[in-house]
């Protein structure tokens, strides 16, 4: 049996330029981001069909037992095994540690694990960056979905980075270089609570993509954001203007389209920052799922009391990419 691990992420700024809609036209994108240590799994098993009336049993939320691979009706299994090559004698499982459609990059991450664990079973070895690589192109191309470039790219290459994007095949990755005690601070000033409301990212980054020309300038003041990120995370000053860098990045992705938010959402927000958050945001394309908060330690209690109605999830930063955890 093959297993594969695989982060989720969360990203701070940037979001919206790792579109080849933006970055092609635009002199490139950029994105400052983790990858988290929340994951999904999956494993991939041989079996003999001859003794079953199924020769593909693929598992998640639903359990499908087919006769051939165009069977399938979970559309990224099965076009993830056609990829692949593989059309029988296998099962394959995924389970996760947080729900998907909530804005961690959890399709993404299915994909690459889906490949990784794939390509493993095969007996091929598949270096990292070109799992995202071709998640991307298996993504866009083949799923037909409007998604960016930094959840294949996070999921695959793990870790605390700047990417930077140039094309769809000329991806750079910048690790943060931190201290271990600077990253401790930082970690120590993020809260993450679940709205309570999952949508599919791909319909509201379908409408941002449209308006990519119509909100050129504020993607491109968005994408300034991350070199200014990044001097903060790597000076030696306390976290506050990352905070408040974070309350504008909100602003301007929230003007992009009128879909991205809501009153529930609108209302959340409005109380993290009353109790003390210094800025904050909700994670992915919008509409719902996680929101982020930055929130100095001596006001996360104020914070949790304020929003003691949502479920608060632990996060940690700095997560590895897509690895093998048994073979």
Partial sequence: MIITKTPFRISFFGGGTDYPEFFEKNGGGAVLGTAVQSFTYLSCTNFHSRLFDYSIRIAYREVECVKQLDDIQHRAFRECLRWCGINRDVEVNCTAELPSFTGLGSSSSFVVGL??????????????????????????????????????????????????FRSTDDIIVHRIPWTPERLAEFQNHLLVFFTGLRRKAEEFAAKQVRKIDDNRECLLR??????????????????????????????LKRSLDESISNNIIERIYEEGRSAGALGGKLLGAGGGGFILFFVPPDKHESVRRQLSYLEEIPIKVNAPGSHIIHS
């Fill in 115 to 164: 490949l990784n664990a794939l390509y493993a079973y095969q007996g091929r070895g598949v270096r990292a960056m070109d799992l995202a690589y071709q998640a991307i192109k298996l993504e866009r191309e083949v799923l037909n979905e409007s998604v960016g470039c930094q959840d294949q790219t996070f999921a695959a290459m793990g870790g605390f980075n700047v990417i930077e």
């Fill in 222 to 251: 968005m994408r300034r954001m991350v070199d200014e990120g990044y001097g903060i995370l790597t000076g030696s000053g306390n976290f506050t203007k990352f905070g408040e860098l974070l309350h504008e990045g909100w602003c």
